[in-house]
């Protein structure tokens, strides 16, 4: 049976990268003490989600530069005006399928889970789904 769990992020800032480590944690918690694969969806397409280092906080504001620095200079046609974001969200992603024991993520010692505002601030979901 498939079961789901949402959360909110709130961000504050255009571009920011936020650990939701425990959120997800929580989530994945509230549904299930078992072994697994969890699907984490961001609802949305200028966001995404990743996984990165969970150590240095400077990591954060380096990628944060970085993702600025890779959006091509191209003549986007999108009345939004946020074309950038579309574009990285495609790149980085709006989902990750991770596994967990025990109704525990599986995560290496550096790694934490990152919501990628690329177009905020904004008030964002995120969804957590174990199919057990
Ligand atoms: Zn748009």
Same mark, same amino acid.
């Given at each position: 049976?498939?079961? *789901?769990?949402t959360?909110?992020?709130?961000t504050?800032?255009?571009?920011q990268?936020?650990?939701?480590?425990? #959120?997800?944690?929580r989530a994945?918690?509230?549904?299930?003490?078992?072994?697994?694969?969890?699907?984490?969806?961001?609802?949305?397409?200028?966001?995404?989600i %990743?996984?990165? *280092?969970?150590? #240095?906080p400077?990591?954060? #504001?380096?990628?944060?530069?970085a993702?600025?620095?890779?959006?091509?200079?191209?003549?986007?046609?999108? /009345?939004?005006g946020? %074309?950038?974001?579309?574009?990285?969200?495609?790149?980085?992603?709006?989902?990750? %399928?991770w596994?967990?024991?025990?109704?525990?993520?599986?995560l /290496?010692?550096?790694?934490?889970?990152y919501?990628v *505002?690329?177009?905020?601030p904004?008030?964002?979901?995120v969804?957590?789904?174990?199919?057990?």
């Amino acid at each position: 049976m498939l079961r *789901e769990e949402t959360f909110s992020v709130r961000t504050t800032a255009r571009e920011q990268i936020l650990l939701i480590t425990p #959120d997800v944690q929580r989530a994945l918690g509230a549904m299930t003490k078992g072994d697994g694969i969890a699907t984490i969806v961001v609802p949305h397409t200028t966001c995404a989600i %990743s996984v990165n *280092e969970n150590a #240095d906080p400077d990591v954060l #504001d380096d990628l944060t530069k970085a993702l600025r620095a890779l959006v091509p200079k191209v003549k986007f046609a999108h /009345g939004e005006g946020n %074309s950038d974001a579309h574009f990285l969200s495609m790149l980085i992603g709006c989902s990750l %399928s991770w596994p967990y024991r025990g109704g525990k993520l599986i995560l /290496g010692t550096w790694q934490g889970f990152y919501f990628v *505002e690329l177009d905020g601030p904004r008030s964002r979901k995120v969804t957590v789904y174990v199919n057990e």
